[in-house]
């Protein structure tokens, strides 16, 4: 230790010296410099001059270092690597340095004034210190400390230090009771308790490191002899405290430097030791701030770090240990040699400082760590606590598996929503577009049901009479089956009867008065001019080709509804009715056929019109559009035909004739589902169509 | 639109007991107080929700007229449900509903829901045929009973509701099998028939039949 220490002390002068010529020229050269600076410094110790020129220099070097930290700070990964760097290679240096170490250093660099200590404080604690300039800052803040220290002390007038002795420095600063309390204040207004805490021999020594302010190079430099120094002091000191106190002892050191001759060699050696370890730990705490406040990347680093910090806590606690016990050593031999008790207490005061500081240092970032380990432990634990084992595994897997799940599943229930919507859209389109719930809203169905029961019980009865009749009676009925057949027949779809809506009133009118029932079609007619009024009023190049197609539907089917409705009045009308005529009501029905048929084809054509001038672009409109009018008109004339054949199987069934209205209902039902088939493809292809008029 | 279950009902009784305004009452909240003759038979239907189902109520008016009995008769087949109704201040059509009660039984399924309903409460001071002697025969031939009157809406809804409740717990009871239409019950429309893929609305209706099975 001895010699180590000795060493670090002419590196330290060499250091003074260099600082002041140059603080800016590379750690290298500052260090040897420092060293030079130190063995001169020891040789020739004027705590005067030095102070004069420290604080000169001091003032200037804070200045530009504080201008070069900003600097720095601001962006250099490399300088923080470096540190890291240079602290693995320091395998002595415990690395611990604490957040607070570093905001202190950072503070105190920025600082230029030294009586400014609360502002710096301020600053310090505004600002959150990038700390990328381990060294520099270190170095700067170091500097600052002394420049501080000394300006407190030489506020307090008791700085004039003269050449004479150190020790008569040093004893006057401690025995200046007023001297602790300034410089504490002064020094640590950050660490504040910690400080105050701190035993007053501290606080000398505090001072003396101000006085030594020209020392921040020395610090600087002294990366690898300041290491050891600080090694030994420093180890603890984590906090701002720790730091000033070391940026003192390491000025102690200088100054005693000179007081070598004393043989307070073990002094130095534990001053440069707490140098060496306040560097490294202030650069450790650089990098640990600029890893930690600066978005820290990996986890896994972070943990190696701590693992890192936790083996580094050992070293120094060791360090610490062994520093201790040289610094008591160091302590008694300065006691029984030159009688420096105030030294060896202010040391043992310093070092005991330094290791509070660097326990709580400690504390504060292991603490950190631990609480966050241990709260992933205690987590884990809750998560493992009531499912241990595989079940837990699974349910683990299961979360992984459902994390990525997630966003996934939102994705595709909203995919699954759009697309929801997008078939409720169309399901409303075609619903309105569906022909068949639109006769169906109309009670066209109903009545088609109703129809359809009433010939399938009349067909009961036909069965029944013909079952009962033989022979020639049997012959009979059949041929007067056959002639109602023949009556009933519909003339077949002749296109050419595009009849006016007059006509059609007339030939309806006509056909009701022959039938002879109070059956009225005013209904129909009455729907149909409604619809015309609105084709009439249509405005094509505003209104849509589903407007116009969906009113088609709905009119048409309305008209075929009501067709149903008549018929199937006409039906329940014509078996209760008492005097019949099965000729005439057969006549008059096939009119009334033909007429509804022309009525809703009036109708179809119409609508169909207006479709094909609107979408005369497109054949396949047209196609489509005739398609539906065709479908409506042979569903009408089937339909009306089938419907025919069953009433006037009523109008035979009443005469003891047999008929074949089975056949008639089997072709009403056949026709049916050609209606229903028919329909649905219909409007399944305008629907399609229509979306490639769209899409067109 | 889309419904759950479809149960066709049959309104019965003599004419001029108020079935069409019950109808009118029931579907479109309104009364009229001269009423055409019924022809053969009319229809009604409304959408009804019972247990957050939708049910559609397809009601068959028909004709009272005694010349229209044949063809009504054959109306009877294929309903859930009947409304017997008779006039509380006309005697004769509470005397008559054996007659109809009989056809009814005989025409459709055993398990058609039957409610009597003695309409026209709302005439108290022309009432022939006490409240009383209606919740009797109802009691006697098993026959939901209940007063109504079309022109002021009481009890009206309570009487169709009431009616597909009933049938409603039969289904889930198995009484009826809603795959046999001659029961008066359909399962809504499984898709509608211009959409193949829209198994959104169909499915809602085919699910819950299905669920019922």
Redesign the interface.
């Known amino acids: 230790m001895d010699t180590s220490d000795s060493e670090h002390f002419e590196s330290a002068d060499e250091f003074h010296s260099d600082s002041e010529s140059s603080e800016d020229t590379g750690d290298k050269s500052v260090l040897d410099n420092l060293d030079n600076d130190l063995e001169k410094r020891l040789g020739n110790l004027n705590i005067d001059e030095n102070l004069g020129n420290i604080s000169a220099k001091q003032s200037e070097n804070s200045v530009s270092n504080n201008a070069s930290i900003l600097g720095d700070i601001e962006g250099n990964r490399t300088n923080e690597i470096k540190v890291k760097n240079d602290y693995k290679d320091n395998p002595i240096i415990p690395k611990r340095i604490t957040d607070i170490n570093i905001n202190s250093l950072v503070e105190t660099q920025v600082a230029d004034t030294p009586n400014q200590d609360v502002l710096v404080n301020r600053r310090l604690v505004d600002q959150d210190i990038p700390a990328q300039n381990r060294t520099e800052k270190q170095h700067k803040s170091e500097c600052e400390i002394v420049t501080l220290k000394k300006h407190s002390t030489e506020s307090s007038s008791e700085k004039a230090n003269d050449d004479q002795s150190q020790e008569s420095e040093t004893e006057n600063m401690w025995d200046n009771n007023e001297w602790e309390p300034i410089s504490i204040d002064n020094v640590n207004p950050s660490v504040g308790k910690n400080i105050k805490t701190v035993s007053l021999p501290e606080k000398t020594i505090e001072e003396n490191l101000w006085e030594n302010d020209d020392w921040e190079p020395i610090e600087n430099k002294g990366d690898d002899s300041d290491d050891t120094w600080q090694k030994e002091e420093w180890d603890p000191i984590e906090n701002k405290i720790a730091v000033s106190s070391q940026a003192k002892d390491t000025s102690n050191d200088t100054t005693w430097g000179g007081w070598s001759t004393w043989g307070v060699s073990s002094i130095l050696s534990t001053a440069t030791h707490s140098v060496s370890t306040l560097t490294n730990q202030v650069s450790q705490g650089l990098s640990n701030v600029l890893e930690n406040s600066m978005g820290i990347p990996n986890p896994e680093e972070l943990a190696k770090q701590h693992l890192n910090e936790e083996e580094k806590i050992c070293g120094i606690l060791e360090n610490v240990e062994q520093n201790s016990a040289v610094e008591e050593d160091s302590k008694d031999k300065n006691y029984n040699g030159f009688g420096f008790g105030n030294l060896s207490n202010f040391v043992s005061g310093v070092s005991n400082l330094t290791k509070f500081v660097e326990h709580t240092g400690n504390k504060v970032i292991n603490g950190g760590l631990d609480t966050l380990e241990t709260i992933g432990k205690k987590t884990m634990e809750v998560l493992q606590e009531g499912d241990p084992g595989l079940k837990n595994k699974r349910a683990f897997l299961k979360l992984d598996q459902d994390k990525p799940v997630l966003s996934q599943v939102l994705k595709e229930a909203k995919a699954k929503a759009e697309e929801e919507n997008r078939a409720l859209q169309q399901k409303n389109i075609s619903k309105k577009l569906n022909y068949e719930s639109l006769f169906d809203d109309y009670h066209g169905l109903v009545h088609l049901e109703a129809l359809e029961m009433l010939s399938k019980q009349c067909d009961i009865k036909l069965e029944s009479l013909s079952g009962a009749c033989a022979g020639d009676a049997l012959k009979e009925i059949l041929e007067t089956l056959e002639q109602v057949r023949e009556l009933c027949e519909l003339p077949d779809e002749d296109d050419e009867d595009q009849s006016t809506l007059e006509e059609i009133e007339e030939k309806i009118e006509s056909a009701l008065k022959e039938i002879n029932i109070k059956i009225t079609y005013d209904k129909g007619i009455s729907t149909w001019k409604e619809a015309e009024n609105w084709l009439n009023s249509l405005q094509l190049d505003i209104c849509d080709d589903t407007e116009i197609h969906q009113k088609a539907l709905q009119v048409l089917a309305q008209l075929t509804a009501i067709a149903v409705e008549q018929f199937h009045k006409a039906g329940e009308l014509l078996l209760i009715k008492e005097h019949r005529s099965t000729a005439d009501e057969a006549d008059s029905l096939v009119l009334l056929t033909t007429a509804l048929t022309s009525l809703i084809g009036f109708a179809a054509g119409k609508f169909s019109e207006k479709l094909n001038a609107r979408a005369s672009g497109t054949l396949n409109k047209e196609k489509i559009n005739d398609l539906i009018t065709n479908v409506f008109f042979e569903f009408l004339h089937d339909f009306t035909g089938s419907q025919q054949q069953f009433i006037y199987t009523r109008c035979i069934s009443t005469i003891d004739t047999c008929t074949s209205s089975r056949c008639c209902i089997n072709k009403i039902t056949m026709k049916m589902s050609f209606y229903y088939t028919t329909s649905r493809f219909s409007s399944e292809i305008c629907f399609r169509f229509k979306h490639l008029i769209i899409v067109l | ?1 889309s419904y759950a279950y479809l149960f066709k009902y049959i309104i019965i009784g003599d004419t001029g007991v108020g079935k069409s305004c019950l109808l009118l009452q029931f579907t479109d909240k309104r009364f009229q107080p001269v009423h055409d003759l019924t ?3 009319e ?1 009604g ?1 409304r959408m009804i929700t019972i247990d957050s189902k939708q049910i559609k109520l ?1 009601i ?1 008016d028909t004709a009272g007229q005694e ?2 009995r ?2 009504t008769r ?2 009877y ?2 309903a859930a449900g009947a409304l017997l109704v008779y006039d509380i201040t006309r005697r004769e059509t509470f005397n008559h509903l054996t007659t109809w009660l009989d056809d009814a039984r005989q025409h459709s399924n055993s398990n058609m829901v039957i409610m009597l309903i003695g309409n026209k409460s709302d005439l108290e001071s022309r009432r022939e045929v006490k409240k009383e002697e209606g919740e009797a025969f109802a009691r006697e031939h098993g026959l939901v009973f209940m007063e109504t009157s079309a022109k002021t809406a009481a009890n009206v809804e309570e009487a169709f509701i009431n009616t597909a409740k009933e049938i409603y717990e039969k289904i889930q009871e198995g009484v009826f099998d809603i795959n046999n239409e001659a029961n008066g019950i359909k399962i809504g429309p499984q898709h ?4 193949p ?5 169909g499915g809602a209706g085919g699910s819950q039949g299905s669920g019922c099975c």
Do not use: D
Request: no cysteine.
């Open positions: 639109m022809i053969g038979v229809f239907a397809q068959w010349a229209f044949s063809i054959s109306y087949r294929g509608s028939p211009t959409n893929s829209l198994p959104g609305a």
